[in-house]
């Protein structure tokens, strides 16, 4: 237990569907982090927010829509995916964004599967 | 172009000897390299960290070594233990070009065997 939850864990969706992931973090952090982690392929970050603030966005494709509402919570909105948005989407949080020697702390992501 | 590399995508060690897992890196501003752990079906898991003002840092059975010169750091797992079997990840931040984020490698996957 890492203090970083992920709801769903699992999610299927077809590609005209509107589905929405969760992460809340219980650790005070202030930086909140969207990753993809496709099969064979390293971690690629897609957003980051520091403080409610969006400060990255790594050309993510607008179907991918991120909201954060406080420090505790990031969505990640999914709209007209396709099946290569299919992977393991990880979110991570850590004290602030930008800091030195910072550590990220992970949650245990959501499995998409696109149809 | 991949910043980070692990070329082992698998290691394969008996119970009780020692599991090296290799990283090289081709960003000489990074200044802070993390080693996270994942088994499957859960989220990476921080293990230990080194910034680059070291060239060891150890904790329990895991050590970590910097080799700035030559870019690359190792992870020494001693003694190794069938709970070690997992994906192991290397990762690199450097505050000044990065913004402290995150470049990870592929992953090398543990095998360590009873």
């Known amino acids: 237990e890492t203090g970083v939850t992920q709801t769903p864990r699992h999610l299927v969706m077809g590609m005209t569907n509107k589905k929405s992931l969760k992460c809340e973090q219980h650790l005070g952090h202030n930086a909140m982090y969207w990753y993809k982690q496709s099969a064979k392929k390293p971690l690629e970050l897609m957003f980051v927010y520091n403080f409610k603030e969006q400060t990255e966005n790594n050309s993510v494709p607008s179907r991918f829509s991120p909201e954060c509402p406080n420090s505790s919570h990031l969505f990640l909105h999914l709209h007209t995916l396709q099946p290569e948005d299919s992977a393991l989407y990880l979110c991570?949080?850590?004290?602030?964004?930008?800091?030195?020697?910072?550590?990220?702390?992970f949650g245990p992501g959501t499995r998409l599967l696109v149809l | 172009d991949q910043q980070v590399k692990q070329n082992s995508p698998s290691l394969s060690v008996q119970e009780g000897r020692i599991s090296i897992l290799n990283c090289d890196y081709t960003?000489?501003?990074?200044?802070?390299f993390l080693w996270y752990k994942k088994y499957p079906a859960e989220g990476p898991t921080f293990l230990i960290s080194i910034s680059s003002i070291k060239d060891k840092n150890e904790d329990g059975r895991f050590t970590v070594f910097l080799n700035k010169s030559a870019k690359h750091l190792s992870l020494h797992i001693v003694p190794s233990q069938p709970g070690d079997s997992a994906v192991y990840f290397c990762a690199a931040s450097g505050r000044n070009n990065q913004g402290g984020k995150l470049i990870f490698g592929q992953g090398t996957e543990l095998s360590v065997k009873p």
């Open positions: 960003n000489s501003m990074f200044d802070y």
């Open positions: 991570a949080s850590s004290l602030r964004s930008g800091g030195a020697l910072e550590t990220q702390y």
